[in-house]
């Protein structure tokens, strides 16, 4: 396979200054390192793009993605490593940046085309076909500082599509357009899949991930911390939001003085019907059997567990507590163990996991653990998805 896009060691330092006021910059002018302080907003990135190929790129906000968006499109320069590109590019950045606010929309697409290096005769060849895309005819004379955000993303778009490129560079910009014209790109990125051109597309649509992408880079703090599968990308992410979610809790709570939760989850264990304990394998319909242990430090009346079973992107289709089931869990002090039995899981052949929350009787939330533990089930090769009915076939 052809690598269009090679980055290699990369890394970008952004200088913040860091007085506050007017007076402060003013007093410290000329005065320069002291006040001014490096944030690296890429770190050492190592990717290789193979044509063909749509990859997403997901990570927090303020992870970089955007950076090394702009740096792979060329608007940005390395501090350390480097950036190569094969092929033609046509990037659809963050709002602000390709246009310029004083011209009209038809002047700026002839200035965008020009910039990647398209002649004014195939411009002109392209340009209804790119404001009929675009969906905005009426405005197309209007300078662009007076275009609503949904508006400029139109003809953004239109242009970067229209303009042959073999590198599609997609900011999250898109999630800027109404529900029709998000449609109306969604379906020209998949003809573009289907060309065989390359996608490098920031999304904080998770699902766009899973439906779009052969692969899926993380980032967090500048760094890649997960290069793969679409799955184990947004499985890493998950973690991560998660862990950033209790790191939060805990500190919002260390703050307000709160005590930490009284009871939480000490262990959570699978057991198929067959008495598998790890790498769980269920076969079609056989149960489930989740066990818990749940340490109290002091007398808790009244708590609640839910438990949820989601699919490996964390949709949850499947939940029940205590109270839907109608059962007291009673006091908890110490160490408490019980277990929900799933009897029977409808369940399509596809990986799985389990989902665990512990309230108390006000419902709030003690301890919640995204994923406790996980499972797969196989398949009687009769269907896909992760609902499994029994089904017939009959001509009448
Ligand atoms: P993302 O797109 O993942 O939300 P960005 O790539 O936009 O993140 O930004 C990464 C980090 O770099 C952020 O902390 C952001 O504040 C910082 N940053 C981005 N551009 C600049 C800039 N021009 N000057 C200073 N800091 C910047
Ligand atoms: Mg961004």
Wanted: glycine letters at 8%; aromatic letters at 6%; hydrophobic letters at 40%.
């Amino acid at each position: 396979m052809t690598t269009v896009v090679e980055i290699e060691n990369l890394s970008k330092r952004f200088v913040i200054r860091k007085e506050k006021s007017l007076k402060e910059r003013v007093v410290n002018f000329g005065r320069s390192q002291k006040f001014k302080e490096d944030f690296w907003a890429l770190r050492d990135v190592d990717v290789a793009i193979e044509a063909g190929t749509t990859v997403g790129l997901i990570g927090p906000n303020g992870s970089g993605k955007s950076t090394l968006l702009k740096m792979i499109g060329g608007i940005l320069q390395p501090d350390q490593g480097s950036v190569r590109i094969r092929g033609r590019l046509a990037a659809l950045l963050e709002l602000g940046a390709g246009f310029h606010p004083d011209l009209t929309g038809r002047e700026n697409v002839y200035l965008n085309a020009s910039i990647l290096g398209i002649s004014r005769e195939q411009t002109d060849k392209y340009f209804d076909a790119i404001v009929e895309f675009s969906g905005i005819e009426k405005f197309i004379d209007t300078q662009v500082k007076f275009y609503s955000s949904g508006m400029y993303v139109r003809l953004a778009f239109a242009v970067a599509v229209h303009v042959d490129p073999d590198i599609l560079l997609v900011d999250e910009v898109l999630a800027v357009g109404d529900e029709p014209f998000q449609r109306k790109c969604l379906e020209r990125i998949r003809q573009f899949q289907a060309e065989g051109r390359t996608i490098v597309l920031v999304t904080h649509s998770l699902e766009q991930v899973a439906e779009f992408c052969d692969r899926a880079i993380v980032l967090e703090h500048g760094r890649v911390i997960e290069d793969g599968s679409p799955r184990d990308a947004l499985r890493a992410l998950r973690a991560d939001f998660e862990e950033t979610r209790v790191a939060e809790q805990e500190r919002k709570a260390a703050a307000s003085g709160v005590e930490q939760p009284v009871a939480r989850f000490a262990g959570i264990s699978l057991r198929s019907e067959s008495g598998q304990t790890s790498e769980i394998t269920l076969s079609p319909g056989e149960g489930l059997h989740v066990a818990m242990e749940i340490t109290s430090d002091r007398l808790l009346e009244g708590a609640v567990i839910e438990i949820g079973v989601t699919t490996s992107m964390g949709t949850t289709l499947y939940m029940t507590s205590t109270t839907m089931l109608d059962r007291e869990l009673g006091p908890l002090k110490d160490v408490t163990r019980c277990a929900f039995y799933l009897h029977s899981l409808h369940l399509g052949p596809d990986e799985y996991a389990v989902r665990a929350t512990l309230r108390d009787g006000a419902g709030t939330e003690l301890h919640h653990v995204p994923v406790a533990a996980t499972f797969s089930v196989s398949g009687d090769g009769q269907s896909l998805g992760p609902v499994r009915t029994p089904a017939d076939f009959v001509i009448n």
